[in-house]
Each structure stands twice: as structure tokens, then as C-alpha cells.
């Protein structure tokens, strides 16, 4: 089955530093792998996807996200960090050798920048 | 074009009662998704419903069912809330199945407190 772990509940990174939120991944087949990203009191957005292609897969407002085969993960980065950046990350995972199988979200990891 | 809605927002029940929880997807997107977000467990994917067929069923009790009208319109019932199944419901629409190779839209939440 599969499945998507984010090991950091937290992340603490400076304004203007660069910030990593980690993910790795667990499918039988290939993966289709998502980021989502959530401010409070509002639903889940879309940041970036990755399918197949370019390793390194730009999205929205200025994060990036490396897909690593061999080490099964999918982080997301940012160069500098805003304050703005601030709120509930979320990736998530399906696996495209399980048939019609519904995304699974990891647990998210809540990222706070400090001015 | 207008995003997701879901409604009501808020709602708080007392044990035993049951509630409904309304969706409007994207106009044209025909699959939608619901999930469960705790802070204790992430997002949990309940149901995904295509073209009014339940596409896929997350693991969650009998209690919890839901059903899609011809204008992809979406409900979900919880019938003898517990405690426990206060949450935050998410409603997600996608134009394919959910998971496919786009991404999915969520509408705000749904706040459900049970006393």
C-alpha cells in the first residue's frame, strides 16, 4: 500500500534563510507526488506536482520540490524564506501501479518563519 | 470561476445526533473527494465520488456515508456522532479522478465540533 511520511511536525527557519520541509514516499509502482499547502481557517492549495520529467519541479509562489528515486523522497525547498511562508505543509502521494487508488496525504509539518 | 464551497462552516452537534455536510464542486469538475483532517492524524481520506458512483472508500465506519447529485454537487452523513469525530471536513473537486495526474481544489472546511 501506499504511503507518505513527513518526519518533522515542525519546522523553525529565519526570514530570508532557505527552508527544507521534508517527505519521503513508499509505492509498489511509480510515484505521482503532490505538495499542498494550508493557511489557517482555509482550505488546502495546490504548491506543485511532480508526475514525470525534470527531477527538480518549480510551483507556486517561489517553492521548488526534488524528486529522489533512490532515496524515495520528494522535499520541498524554498531559496529565502518570507514570513508569509508561514502555515501547514502537506504532501502527498499515489502510487500509479495500484490502480484507481485516492491520494494519501501525509500529516503535515507545520512551518514557521521568524522575522 | 468560483471555487469550492462547502456549508455550513461551523456546526456543533451533541452526541447521538447526525449531520449533513453540503459541497459545491468547481463547475465541470465531476469527482469529488472528502476527508477528515485532525490534528492527531493528518488528512484521512473518506470518500471519492465520479459522476455520482462512490469511487473509492477511505476506512471509516458505516457511520459515515455520502452520495453525489447529477450536478456533481456532493453530501456527506455522519449518523451517531461521537466525540471523536470532531474535525475539520475537507471537500476536494478535480476535473478526473482524484489523485489522477491534476491536482485537486479544496473548498474551506467544514468545522465540526460534537459535545
Known amino acids: 500500500a501506499q504511503s507518505v511520511a513527513q518526519p518533522e511536525d515542525q519546522v523553525n527557519v529565519a526570514e530570508g534563510n532557505p527552508l527544507t520541509v521534508k517527505c519521503t514516499y513508499s509505492?509498489?509502482?511509480?510515484?505521482?507526488l503532490f505538495w499542498y499547502v494550508q493557511y489557517p481557517n482555509r482550505g488546502l492549495q495546490f504548491l506543485l506536482k511532480y508526475i514525470t520529467g525534470d527531477n527538480l519541479v518549480k510551483g507556486s509562489y517561489g517553492f521548488e520540490a526534488e524528486f529522489n528515486k533512490s532515496q524515495t523522497s520528494f522535499h520541498l525547498k524554498k531559496p529565502s524564506a518570507l514570513v508569509s511562508d508561514s502555515a501547514l505543509y502537506f504532501c502527498a502521494v499515489r502510487d500509479d501501479g495500484a490502480g484507481n487508488t485516492p491520494l494519501v496525504f501525509g500529516k503535515g509539518t507545520r512551518l514557521s518563519v521568524i522575522a | 470561476k468560483a471555487g469550492v464551497t462547502q456549508t455550513p462552516r461551523y456546526l456543533i452537534k451533541t452526541r447521538g445526533q447526525q449531520v449533513t455536510l453540503s459541497c459545491s464542486p468547481i463547475?465541470?469538475?465531476?469527482?469529488v473527494s472528502w476527508y477528515q483532517q485532525t490534528p492527531g492524524q493528518g488528512l484521512q481520506f473518506l470518500f471519492e465520488y465520479f459522476s455520482e458512483t462512490q469511487r473509492n472508500k477511505g476506512n471509516f465506519p458505516g457511520r459515515f456515508s455520502g452520495r453525489q447529485f447529477s450536478n456533481s454537487r456532493s453530501e456527506m452523513n455522519v449518523s451517531t456522532l461521537e466525540l471523536g469525530d470532531s474535525a475539520l471536513y475537507l471537500c476536494?473537486?478535480?476535473?478526473?479522478?482524484?489523485?489522477?495526474?491534476?491536482?485537486?481544489?479544496f473548498g474551506p472546511g467544514t468545522r465540526l465540533t460534537v459535545l
Open positions: 463547475s465541470g469538475h465531476r469527482s
Open positions: 476536494a473537486s478535480s476535473s478526473g479522478l482524484a489523485g489522477a495526474l491534476g491536482e485537486q481544489f
Open positions: 509505492v509498489s509502482g511509480n510515484p505521482y
